[in-house]
């Protein structure tokens, strides 16, 4: 008995405290803070990688040749993919912006004189007409753009940006060759009595992070399709099929991609306005897409396929961004699964709550 007792309070000394657990977490939290957008480009090639992670195993398996074949056959396909669709959507947004930049006075001009119509308004104190306040815009807008550094801050993004693009694709070619042997050197770093309850969360983990990439999905297949009725069919915008199709693949990258779609689209309806009506019916149509997005079909879709109520996918969703920015979106509702699925497997329970 009493070597039993002991074997019992040396196990209880070995795990770890509550204080302990809560030290680490803390520490993780904030490096995760610190470095979010260093880590960003690992989230995103790492979802790739799980995403295409059963073609590659299937096309390995079906010319049984070595993995790193398949990889390449896949990450190929991807690279060659998007390529091509900057390639054939470079055109069109060019175009659009270039005719933005060039008749912004223009532009202006027109969306002056569909507000104030003839009429003098007194703006702080100054009275202006419609091609006065055109012009007061137009050169607030050069000085802006014309400020010290603003051009060099536009620069260092783009080239940030432009480096973040490739590394995800090296990366992701990396994950994809070596994914199997990457999952089982992480199982490594963890303590060996745990290791047989994280092979158990994660075997239990893996179909329902697939239906939660179905019901993603579902959201991106109706992003295309309202945004096609909104720009195409309703405000009759050209390149709508595009810009439809654009949106949907933004709405894949949370944060940063919805709100591109909705500057590159903004533009094009500034380009193609003759006056304020238009405007405003793309106000409209963004502030409607958005919110039957992120606060209706969203939540309600995510949460079904993911066993989570749609109160808690928007709580992950808004902590996750103020933490952690984009890769706190992506990794936010995927993070609450694990955790309910970590939560079931240590009490023994067959089915989730």
């Known amino acids: ?35 979010r957008w260093v880590i960003l480009p690992f989230v995103l090639a790492g979802l790739l990688a799980y995403l295409f992670n059963p073609l590659v195993e299937s096309i390995s398996a079906r010319f049984e040749a070595s993995r790193i074949l398949g990889a390449a056959a896949v990450f190929v396909t991807l690279l060659t993919a998007a390529v091509v669709t900057i390639w054939i959507g470079a055109r069109p947004l060019v175009t659009e ?16 004189h569909g507000v104030f119509g003839d009429r003098t308004v007194t703006i702080f104190g100054v009275n202006a007409d419609a091609n006065q306040i055109a012009e007061a815009a137009t ?40 994914g199997p042997q990457i999952m089982r050197s992480l199982l490594w770093l963890a303590p060996l009595d745990q290791r047989d309850t994280i092979e158990k969360v994660w075997a239990r983990l893996g179909p329902l992070l697939w239906r939660y990439i179905c019901g993603v999905l579902i959201v991106v297949a109706y992003a295309i399709v309202a945004a096609y009725v909104g720009l195409g069919l309703v405000l009759g915008l050209r390149h709508a099929l595009f810009l439809a199709l654009l949106t949907g693949f933004l709405e894949m990258i949370p944060v940063v991609g919805p709100g ?18 238009p405007i405003i019916g793309y106000a409209i149509y963004a502030i409607a897409l958005r919110l039957s997005i992120d606060q209706l079909l969203g939540p309600l879709v995510l949460g079904a396929a993911a066993t989570l109520s749609p109160v808690t996918i928007i709580f992950c969703f808004l902590v996750g961004g103020a933490l952690f920015g984009v890769s706190g979106v992506i990794l936010a509702a995927p993070a609450a699964i694990a955790l309910k699925t970590w939560v079931a497997v240590t009490r023994g329970e067959t089915t989730l709550g």
Request: charge should be neutral; glycine fraction near 10%; hydrophobic fraction near 60%.
């Open 260 to 277: 591109a779609s909705a500057l590159i689209a903004g533009l094009a309806a500034i380009g193609n306005a003759t006056g304020i009506a």
């Open 1 to 35: 008995m009493t070597q039993a007792a002991g074997n019992a309070d040396d196990q209880a000394q070995s795990r770890p405290n509550l204080a302990t657990i809560l030290v680490v977490f803390a520490i993780f939290v904030l490096v995760f803070h610190e470095l």
């Open 139 to 178: 050169n607030g807008l050069r000085g802006w753009i014309g400020q010290t550094g603003r051009l060099l801050q536009l620069a260092s993004v783009s080239f940030v940006a432009l480096f973040g693009c490739i590394l995800v694709f090296v990366l992701l070619f990396y994950l994809l060759a070596q």
């Open 97 to 112: 912006l270039e005719r933005v930049a060039t008749d912004l006075r223009e532009i202006l001009g027109r969306l002056a």
